[in-house]
């Protein structure tokens, strides 16, 4: 979806979204990822990013997912475990995976993903698609282009496949943005169901 915030509040956002130096980012460089994570308890951020973190986890926004999703009893995360900001530098990439399915602290079933980008003047040859790729891992169903303003809102399960796997072609300093929502609840269908994993990352038609 395009536009669902207002360019105003995401600007605001944007003008205090931290840079790679400018305070302590988890980094991750492997051949399944490269990119920078942020980890609340050794991170600081403006008072601008918490209020819009935390009314993507307020009533709200969880009666609209439902509304939007038909998934019912939604749940935030408070700790922002693996989400929250979310940036990549040139040359970075995140190979096409399956998330987590359960929340390492509460215990509860991660259901929906819903990723907000924040890079204006973005162009289709900077890459940084976000890939969505069918449950057999035959085909890619669905490039997104990263662009300000564009919010991207998918269930998760073992099957649904993503990632952006090829590396970030931006000019130097230019660096891919999001702000990463994961929403749970307690229980999922029996047919989702699997035991509790990390990301599963995986490769064109190999499956698991």
């Known amino acids: 979806m395009d536009g669902l915030f207002e360019d105003a509040i995401l600007e605001a956002v944007l003008r205090d979204f931290p840079s790679p130096e400018e305070t302590k980012w988890v980094r991750f460089d492997n051949a399944q990822e490269k990119k920078l994570g942020f980890f609340y308890a050794t991170s600081t951020i403006t008072e601008t990013v918490r209020r819009f973190l935390d009314a993507m986890n307020s009533f709200e926004m969880l009666l609209f997912l439902e509304s939007l999703t038909g998934i019912e009893g939604l749940i935030p995360d408070p700790y922002f475990g693996g989400g929250g900001l979310h940036q990549i530098e040139p040359g970075g990439y995140l190979k096409i995976h399956a998330d987590f399915n359960v929340h390492p602290k509460l215990k509860l079933d991660r259901r929906l993903n ?59 300093g230019m660096t891919r943005k999001s702000v990463s929502l994961y929403y749970y609840t307690a229980g999922r269908p029996e047919e989702e169901r699997s035991p509790a994993h990390d990301t599963i990352f995986v490769t064109p038609d190999s499956g698991r």
């Open 114 to 172: 819903m990723l907000i980008y924040m890079n204006k003047d973005w162009r289709e040859e900077y890459g940084g698609h976000l890939e969505l790729w069918d449950s057999s891992m035959k085909e890619c169903r669905k490039k997104i282009l990263p662009l300000f303003n564009r919010t991207v809102i998918f269930s998760t399960s073992d099957r649904s496949f993503h990632g952006h796997p090829h590396p970030l072609n931006s000019p130097p």
